[in-house]
């Protein structure tokens, strides 16, 4: 009697049959995987109203299509943080966010992604605490930045700090930075992401704002030692500027590299960056000179240009009193 075999498992033994002679079962790739425990994807809730493996600080509100850490309210600030340490020596960081707001030309103050030993302590950095250990990456849209600088906001940073270093928000903390880069990532109507990836002592953060589905390369540094089992978070924070700070999905992504399969070699040190930029001089402007430092490109041409059409008015007016003056003068002459 002839045994009809199903045609779908005929093709499943075709199909293993060709994977086995390629030998693509024995060389499948599983150099990266993405870690359930430190991700955050939707739907957000587990049993009752907590969210597992994670923990909210502040204005933080969960709703079904994102995580809102702060409202677009002045003096707010939230914080979600993982509460499970991270044991990976190499690793790579996914959030897809949404800063958006009312404000068109003031806005601010921004988030922060955390790796550090402290976790869930609010602060005056991004909502979380100042002089922490670990690694920061700012997102900073304070439009109306502090000091001197020679970027625009918004502006993406990255900090390392054993706990001795301070944030110092009067100059944004270009003082401590070990590099950065302007992204536009504010009131975009379609998803932007923030890739942080940290792989043989090199930290490269990447953005995709631009609607391109591909990473675009923000700054790479070298010489980069961060311990493991330290916790990632996510905080923000409003002050007399406001905007709304949404977290739709964290994914974390273990990158299995050869001298990173024991994590017990891993480094246990405090974190170390070899090199940073250069110190930048605090300037304390004046009042003037600090408004007039806000005047850049196009706004700084547009009060040229409307100082110059009142100088000009005033000319015209200045000089039509005069001829009536002259003219008033004459008559009584004759």
């Known amino acids: 009697m002839a045994v009809h075999v199903p045609c779908r498992i005929c093709w499943l033994v075709l199909l293993i049959c060709v994977f086995i002679v390629n030998g693509e079962i024995s060389s499948w790739n599983t150099k990266d995987f993405q870690r359930r425990e430190h991700s955050l994807t939707k739907p957000y809730q587990g049993s009752g109203m ?9 204005s933080t509100i969960v709703t079904n299509s994102h995580i809102r850490l702060t409202p677009d309210r002045q003096s707010k600030f939230g914080a979600i943080w993982n509460n499970v340490h991270c044991s990976s020596q190499n690793w790579e960081l996914h959030i897809q966010f949404k800063v958006h707001g009312s404000g068109k030309a003031l806005f601010g103050d921004g988030f922060a992604v955390w790796y550090t030993r402290e976790r869930m302590q609010p602060g005056s950095v991004f909502g979380s605490i100042d002089r922490f250990v670990g690694l920061a990456v700012f997102l900073d849209t304070y439009s109306n930045h502090n000091g001197p600088h020679n970027h625009n906001h918004p502006y993406i940073s990255a900090m390392i700090s054993n706990g001795s270093l301070q944030y110092d928000h ?56 961060l311990p493991i089992g330290y916790y990632f978070g996510v905080s923000a924070a409003t002050g007399d500027l406001a905007d709304n700070h949404d977290v739709i999905s964290i994914k974390f992504y273990d990158l299995d590299t050869d001298d990173g399969k024991n994590v017990d070699v891993g480094y246990h040190g405090l974190p170390e960056a070899q090199s940073m930029e250069p110190p930048r001089d605090r300037v304390d402007d004046s009042k003037g000179s600090y408004l007039l430092g806000n005047l850049t490109g196009w706004k700084l041409v547009v009060i040229i240009i409307l100082l ?24 009584r002459f004759y």
């Open 50 to 58: 907590g969210v597992p493996h994670w923990d909210f600080l502040g």
């Open 170 to 225: 009067d100059t944004d903390g270009t003082h401590t930075q070990l590099a950065g880069c302007e992204a536009q990532f504010r009131n975009k109507n379609y998803d932007t992401y923030l890739a942080i990836r940290y792989e043989r002592n090199l930290l490269t953060v990447s953005t995709d704002i631009d609607n391109k589905s591909g990473w675009k390369e923000c700054f790479s540094v070298s010489g980069i030692k």
């Open 308 to 331: 110059i059409i009142g100088i000009a008015v005033c000319a015209m007016v200045g000089i039509i009193i005069f001829q009536k003056q002259q003219e008033n003068s004459r008559k």
